[in-house]
């Protein structure tokens, strides 16, 4: 009996940190075949994938593959892109150059899995959702969809990642003599660029965000303050995310406590918790979301959309304990 063959996928700039939680991700993945990974400073080297080493690769190689993965640094993935469409090839796309904001969505699925199941499956090209914003997204857009959030109030998001989140490239601000024992704030002013890429998801919210740095490796911690109307209660915020990602092998929801960093460092979950806040007028809930940056946020969400694009089971290859 001939064996099936497995589709091939391949990871363009593959040495970073998010390119290293995807290939290590795909070397558990029971589906695909890694053809190859590209890197120009880690070349020869091996790979998380055993039998693949980093190798200098070019448009032209993308030819053949049923799909590739870009994990390049903000800016470089357009011409990629642009060739793997021309080559006939599927793309998802982890940097910032196709998400919502960019000036470049035409064409392109915004890939929050538990949002857009359908549209990812059909997909050419998908544009993997930033860290900050799967947290903020996936925690208030089925609360902007039930009424319960006043929106002529604004959500504050105050948010924490650790220096991971900043890439891998060397930078003397995120050395460990500079970070440790310190926390910052960045991005003030909502200045950050994730900031587009909620306000897309969330029409007709207004957002504070504060993002800040945590003199630790990896890992996002956002409080959210929502406004709520007056008889809406965390219990029913609860349910409401219960109904929403019930088929959701990613998405767990807290009750008892909130989470914490530990709770979700190197897995792909995303831990959501709300709880009231009684006799503060307005009516204010509090929600916590908890992810790995590099997980949920990045690599785990990428496979999320690779399973839904190739037709696998949804926990396929995910760190989902």
């Known amino acids: 009996m001939v064996e099936a063959r497995r589709p091939t996928v391949a990871v363009v700039g593959g040495s970073g940190y998010t390119g290293l939680e995807l290939l290590d991700r795909l070397a558990r993945h029971g589906e695909v075949e890694v053809a190859w990974a590209s890197s120009r400073s880690e070349a020869g080297r091996p790979t998380p994938v055993p039998g693949v080493r980093f190798t200098e690769r070019t448009e032209a190689d993308l030819e053949g593959l049923d799909l590739v993965f870009l994990c390049l640094p903000h800016g470089a993935a357009v011409p990629w892109a642009a060739a793997a469409g021309a080559a006939?090839?599927?793309?998802?796309?982890?940097?910032?150059?196709?998400?919502?904001?960019?000036?470049?969505?035409?064409?392109?699925?915004?890939?929050?899995?538990?949002?857009?199941?359908?549209?990812?499956?059909?997909?050419?090209?998908?544009?993997?959702?930033?860290?900050?914003?799967?947290?903020?997204?996936?925690?208030?857009?089925?609360?902007?969809?039930?009424?319960?959030?006043?929106?002529?109030?604004?959500?504050?998001?105050?948010?924490?990642?650790?220096?991971?989140?900043?890439?891998?490239?060397?930078?003397?601000?995120l050395l460990f003599a500079e970070v440790h024992g310190d926390f910052r704030a960045y991005g003030l002013g909502n200045g950050h660029r994730h900031l587009l890429e909620m306000r897309a998801r969330l029409p007709g919210a207004g957002l504070l965000f504060v993002p800040h740095l945590l003199p630790v490796p990896r890992g996002i911690l956002e409080t959210i303050a929502v406004p709520v109307g007056a008889d809406v209660r965390a219990e029913a915020v609860t349910d409401v995310w219960r109904e929403a990602y019930r088929d959701s092998p990613a998405v767990s929801i807290a009750v008892d406590e909130a989470p914490t960093l530990s709770d979700v460092t190197g897995t792909d979950r995303l831990i959501l918790y709300a709880t009231d806040n009684p006799g503060l007028a307005p009516p204010t809930l509090t929600v916590v979301a908890a992810l790995d940056n590099l997980g949920k946020g990045a690599a785990g969400q990428a496979i999320q959309n690779l399973n839904l694009m190739l037709g696998f089971t949804a926990g396929e290859g995910l760190r989902c304990p």
Not at 125 to 148: D, F, H, K, R, S
């Open 88 to 173: 006939g090839v599927r793309v998802i796309d982890l940097t910032a150059d196709h998400r919502p904001g960019s000036g470049r969505e035409a064409g392109v699925v915004y890939g929050m899995a538990e949002h857009a199941a359908d549209s990812v499956a059909d997909a050419s090209m998908v544009a993997n959702p930033g860290c900050y914003p799967t947290g903020v997204i996936l925690a208030l857009a089925p609360l902007l969809e039930a009424q319960m959030i006043d929106t002529a109030r604004a959500i504050t998001v105050s948010a924490a990642s650790g220096v991971t989140g900043a890439g891998r490239s060397p930078k003397r601000e």
